[in-house]
């Protein structure tokens, strides 16, 4: 009877572990830096006059945060690129571009290179909602300013070629991607928790996610994630270059148990819409592999 009774307090102890619910936030501590090593893989498809195109694209970069300081569940960073390459392949041919590259022929390598380790600042909250990204544009323009034998035209289109790939709308992208991720409450093993954000970078899109914390390790939580996504509101403005977005997204991610940082993640995104140019729409699918680790 003592070691029945034994057994069911050891089962009952057993599931209450197994039913404890875990607040899943960021808990950066001020004066540390986290890391962020960020991989997209891109095969983008367009139809245009009855023929196919293909253009496969892949970025690297390495970025550095520093916590200055925490105040109302915002946490302050200051961040910086590391490392920054872009490669494309496309019919007409292909083009790379590396901030490590040492050739003053190669302009666009040397902004890249003229941006790494020049300090801007972001701050998210401790959901992970990114809620304020500034000084990309002065970090930029310095850059550009390196180059004296660039003239106004040529300034123009390399700073609107930053902005589109480096600036405030891509990071807030990726970083709402990677990071607005964590439930209003806290959740158990198994439990599933909802998601919405808005894609606004070049397009209009709504994303719904259905996020589950699928296991609890000694150092990491791991997620799941499964989502949808529809067109938006229908803005109509020129800043919108693809409309009509529909598409799928899953996520598989690891977190730091200590910290909330994203140790690890793969996102697969699967997307069809339009895009508008010189007064043309043309269908294009676009799928996207964005890897994440902290080291």
């Known amino acids: 009877m003592k070691k029945a009774l034994s057994i069911v307090v050891l089962f009952i102890g057993i599931c209450s572990m197994s039913a404890q619910k875990t607040a899943l936030k960021l808990n950066l501590a001020k004066g540390e830096t986290y890391y962020q090593n960020m991989n997209v893989d891109a095969v983008i498809e367009q139809s ?144 599933k928790w909802t998601i919405n954000t808005v894609l606004e970078a070049g397009t209009d899109a709504n994303i719904e996610t259905v996020y589950e914390l699928t296991d609890i390790t000694p150092d990491y939580y791991i997620l799941k994630g499964t989502a949808k996504i529809t067109p938006g509101a229908g803005k109509d403005t020129q800043e919108v270059q693809m409309t009509n977005v529909n598409g799928t997204m899953t996520s598989d991610l690891k977190l730091n148990k200590k910290t909330g940082w994203v140790s690890a993640s793969k996102i697969i995104q699967d997307i069809k819409g339009i895009v508008k140019t010189d007064g043309e729409e043309l269908p294009v699918s676009m799928k996207n592999i964005l890897t994440l680790s902290d080291h």
């Open 48 to 191: 245009f006059e009855g023929q196919n195109m293909t253009m496969n694209m892949k970025a690297d970069m390495q970025l550095s945060y520093k916590v200055t300081a925490f105040e109302n569940a915002v946490f302050t960073l200051e961040a910086r690129y590391r490392k920054m390459t872009l490669s494309m392949s496309m019919p007409q041919g292909n083009m790379s571009f590396d901030s490590d590259k040492k050739d003053e022929k190669d302009v666009f390598s040397t902004v890249l290179g003229a941006i790494i380790d020049k300090p801007f600042i972001m701050k998210i909250t401790t959901a992970g909602k990114i809620t304020e990204v500034s000084g990309t544009e002065t970090v930029f323009t310095a850059a550009i300013n390196e180059l004296s034998t660039l003239d106004t035209a040529q300034k123009g289109q390399i700073m609107a070629q930053l902005e589109q790939s480096y600036g405030k709308e891509s990071i807030t992208k990726n970083m709402d991607t990677s990071f607005a991720i964590y439930p209003s409450k806290p959740v158990s093993k198994g439990e």
